[in-house]
């Protein structure tokens, strides 16, 4: 079966970028990416996609006087490489309503926390502050409000004691870097069906009925 022809959008250190990367360096992988779209100029994403021999392509957001037309220098650029869907991945910059509407659907993201708690930035600072126990990462679809739309997959990690929020970003990362390639590939597989705000992914993916991650621990 073809391979889901995927482009990825990054800002910066591209950890996920890599996780993807090597995620569809196996051929049995239903995705592969095609793609890597970066709007900073030497940032580390772009140098691990060309290490990788990716397609790399730098545009520079500053260099557009409006947000649409950046936007439509992406969209442009995606459809040209024949990018069938899209993955940020660090990608620190707002999406138009233009462009978010013609990627619905084909458009997902990461974000690190257990949505919907702590959207935006400083997530990790934030969960700190509310004392949450457990944190995590979402995948998801993207919709018009930063880190609103249907979930796909999540991860939780425990908040431990002393947890500054450096550490609790390095373990939240790790989960991510598993969590993507997951919903990428489920999302390839055809898996994964929305259903207005929600997804339904079809097939048992995990059988842990009964399971419930505890912190502190039950004893
Ligand atoms: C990750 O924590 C991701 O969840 C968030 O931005 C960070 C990007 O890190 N959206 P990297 O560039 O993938 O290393």
New binding site residues.
Partial sequence: MARLRVGVL?????????ALIKAASDPAYPAEIALVIVNIAGT??LARAEAAGIPTRLIEHRTFATRAAFDAALDSTLREAGVEFVC????MRLLTPGFVAAWRDRLI????SLLPAFPGLNTHARALAAGVKISG?TVHFVRQETDSGPIIAQGAVPVLTGDTADTL?AR??EA?HKLYPLALRLVAEGKVRVIEDRTEIAGSVLDIAGFALFNPPER
């Fill in positions: 990054a800002s910066g250190r591209g950890s996920n970028l890599a580390q994403a940020l991945a660090g990608f993201n990461i974000h690190p990462c970003a939240v990362l991510e």
